[in-house]
């Protein structure tokens, strides 16, 4: 692993994490290739270890995924030291009647799949703003015990993006001291965590890991000219302003980016606050030029602006 001298590596806020730029995100639409069975187990196996030989020593999975066994395949016999490994808990019921058990029989089961003693980011999964408290009040104990116990190194939360995309959950909980790493939704078509999240992140460096870069609409450009032409019909964005054609055109030719996916990344990665950016396929080629994309310079300024003026106040859309 780490033969990609390419490969750039930050630190991933207060964990003091040493965690390259791009990250292996091992769950949404492809899950390693995994979701549709198409590809088996010994392709995504491959799919991790290809990533590691890229330099990217960030992989984010979790107990829902399935993906935590291959990802254990994968690292057996790495140094576990140059691994950061995140996964996460699934929300049990508020009204299980162990909670705390729940949980540790998930970080358990999570460690065995994995094939470790610890986790480096274990993750309180989707929790939305009706999760809250429960996240706080009951879950929260349990994880700080779990990290007393050194069975995982750090806490983090991911939000429910697609049901809480102007981020109500991670606004509030930000204003305590719960997380050392969040992972939020942003992307090109709705990058309101600059304003609401990103700020506060950034002042108690917080770590922050970055899903929804491309998703859907960022790689199937039918899906892009459809939420396009939505917004139009809604108002929200004048009929001139952009097309789904014009779209795609104008962030080709503006710029020296040769497809969108390369655009949406290039987006999230050089935002302020951003620390790591997930890339999530099944496929080796899309790998290879996501991590390519991702160590490219920003975008040209003339682009950006132009983004921020059609997208730059929406926080609604996901682009799933
Ligand atoms: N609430 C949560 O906790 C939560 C929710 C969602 C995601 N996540 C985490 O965040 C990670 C990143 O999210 P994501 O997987 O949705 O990532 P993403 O990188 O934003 O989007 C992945 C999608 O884009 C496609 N794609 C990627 N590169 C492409 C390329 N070069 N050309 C064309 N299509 C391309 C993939 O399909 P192909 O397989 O065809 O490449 C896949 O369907 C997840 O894997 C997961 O670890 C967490």
Redesign the pocket.
């Given at each position: 692993m780490g033969m990609n001298d390419g490969m750039e590596y930050t630190t991933l806020g207060r964990t003091g994490l040493k965690a390259s730029v791009a990250g292996l995100?091992?769950?949404?639409?492809?899950r390693l290739?995994m979701r549709n069975d198409a590809q088996g187990e010994k392709s995504a196996v491959a799919l991790v270890r290809q990533a590691l030989d890229l330099g990217i020593n960030f992989l984010?999975?979790?107990e829902s995924?399935g993906t935590e066994a291959v990802v254990g395949k994968a690292i057996a016999g790495i140094a576990r030291d140059r691994l950061i490994i995140s996964t996460?808990k699934a929300l049990p019921s508020a009204h299980h009647s162990d909670t705390e058990g729940e949980v540790k029989r998930g970080l358990e089961h999570s460690l065995k799949l994995l094939g470790t003693d610890y986790i480096d980011v274990y993750?309180l999964?989707?929790v939305e703003p009706k999760d809250y408290d429960f996240a706080r009040e009951r879950l929260m104990p349990v994880m700080r015990r779990l990290r007393e116990q050194r069975k995982i190194r750090f806490i983090g939360v991911?939000?429910?993006?697609v049901q809480d995309p102007s981020h109500q959950m991670l606004e509030q909980s930000l204003k305590e001291d719960l997380w050392d790493v969040v992972?939020v939704g942003f992307n090109l078509l709705n990058p309101s965590a600059r304003g609401s999240v990103l700020p506060m992140t950034r002042e108690k460096r917080v770590g922050v890991l970055n899903?929804?870069?491309?998703?859907?609409a960022l790689?199937q450009p039918d899906r892009l000219k459809g939420i396009l032409t939505d917004l139009v019909h809604k108002g929200v964005i004048a009929e001139n302003a952009v097309n789904g054609e014009d779209l795609i055109d104008f962030v080709l030719r503006e710029s020296d980016a040769t497809?969108l996916?390369e655009v949406a990344y290039r987006f999230c990665r050089h935002e302020r606050g951003v620390d790591i950016v997930?890339?999530?396929?099944?496929?080796p080629e899309?790998l290879r030029?996501?991590v390519e994309s991702i160590l490219k310079p920003p975008l040209p300024e003339s682009v950006l602006q132009k983004l921020e003026k059609i997208f730059g106040n929406l926080d609604y859309l996901t682009g799933n």
């Open positions: 995100g091992c769950g949404g639409p492809s290739g984010d999975t979790a995924y996460k993750h999964h989707g991911t939000e429910g993006f992972m899903m929804f870069a491309v998703r859907r790689s497809t996916p997930l890339t999530g396929t099944g496929n899309h030029a996501n």
